[in-house]
């Protein structure tokens, strides 16, 4: 990966410990499911989605371009609906 040490980098620095993403194929088109872990997701988004660093800017930029999401422009929280650990 081009930017695996940036991404890593950028994922540290926000309190990220886990991410992980997978394309799920539905009949109205794929949907990216994302999965991420941190002591504190609300605070480890804010920063990301209000940091300067350079490879967080790409990234949200990158992802406004391919899933019309805009971090920067603000976003609720989901709302968690399951959390099953065997």
């Given at each position: 990966m081009e930017r695996r040490d940036d991404?890593?980098?950028s994922r540290v620095r926000h309190g990220i410990?886990?991410?992980s993403v997978w394309i799920?194929?539905?009949p109205n088109g794929d949907v990216a499911v994302v999965l991420i872990e941190s002591t504190d997701i609300?605070?480890?988004l804010l920063d990301l989605a209000t940091s300067q660093e350079p490879?967080?800017?790409w990234f949200r930029d990158h992802l406004l371009a391919v899933h019309g999401i805009d971090l920067a422009?603000?976003?609720a929280m989901p709302e968690?609906?399951?959390d099953f650990r065997g």
């Open positions: 991404h890593t980098a410990t886990r991410e799920q194929s539905t609300p605070a480890a490879f967080d800017v422009g603000g976003m968690p609906v399951l």
